[in-house]
T-cell receptor, first 110, second 115 residues
Framework: RKEVEQDPGPFNVPEGATVAFNCTYS??????FFWYRQDCRKEPKLLMS???SGNEDGRFTAQLNRASQYISLLIRDSKLSDSATYLC???????????FGTGTRLKVLA | GAVVSQHPSWVICKSGTSVKIECRSL??????MFWYRQFPKQSLMLMAT?????????EQGVEKDKFLINHASLTLSTLTVTSAHPEDSSFYIC???????????FGNGTRLTVT
């Protein structure tokens, strides 16, 4: 089993739709969680950190479920510009070890 | 926010030559930096962890003598692809974090083409 798993997609959704991605992790000692966005032929960019209480940034909401060991990303009112690959990154407590999911590809269609 | 600068953004070289890629943390100190490679339509693959003042830690299958990493200061790590071959053509990206468990910040990547 991979340490961090994501559904690779692609998720094809119409503009304005709400879409959610999950990312599961196997190491219960994981401490920090992040969502990154990567556009084609570009570097990943931090979308948001994921906090225990959940957090929201505009149309994006991230949640952490420690009991079931997964994090989620919800995108509301999808825009064409949201089309990208979304990477889940998990870090174990007190380490510089970051584990990446393979990414979930999102296509928002006009 | 934290900025990581990577240079060059792209490079074309002839087979057999060596290419050096620089990764700098501009507004924070990074004792640890990471180097990745990404082939088209594939996931990021961690190549090595660069540690300031000590040897890099390479992932399984990555040749340390081919991909030389030097992390001589708290703000600079370099990756040298030695005796490059066409199969080394790829997108190389570095990242760094100011402290453990903080978000990683990525350089803008280097697209290497070996002819």
């Amino acid at each position: 089993r991979k340490e961090v798993e994501q559904d690779p997609g692609p998720f094809n959704v119409p503009e304005g739709a709400t879409v959610a991605f999950n990312c599961t992790y196997s190491n219960s000692a994981s401490q920090s969680f992040f969502w990154y966005r990567q556009d084609c032929r570009k570097e990943p960019k931090l979308l948001m950190s994921v906090y225990s209480s959940g957090n929201e940034d505009g149309r994006f909401t991230a949640q952490l479920n420690r009991a079931s060991q997964y994090i989620s990303l919800l995108i509301r009112d999808s825009k064409l510009s949201d089309s990208a690959t979304y990477l889940c990154v998990v870090s174990a407590s007190g380490t510089y070890k970051y584990i990446f999911g393979t990414g979930t590809r999102l296509k928002v269609l006009a | 926010g934290a900025v990581v600068s990577q240079h060059p953004s792209w490079v074309i070289c002839k087979s057999g030559t060596s290419v050096k890629i620089e990764c700098r943390s501009l507004d924070f100190q990074a004792t640890t930096m990471f180097w990745y490679r990404q082939f088209p339509k594939q996931s990021l693959m961690l190549m090595a962890t660069s540690n300031e003042g000590s040897k890099a830690t390479y992932e399984q299958g990555v040749e340390k003598d081919k991909f030389l990493i030097n992390h001589a200061s708290l703000t600079l790590s370099t990756l040298t692809v030695t005796s490059a071959h066409p199969e080394d053509s790829s997108f190389y990206i570095c990242s760094a974090s100011g402290q453990a468990n903080s978000p990683l910040h990525f350089g803008n990547g280097t697209r290497l083409t070996v002819t």
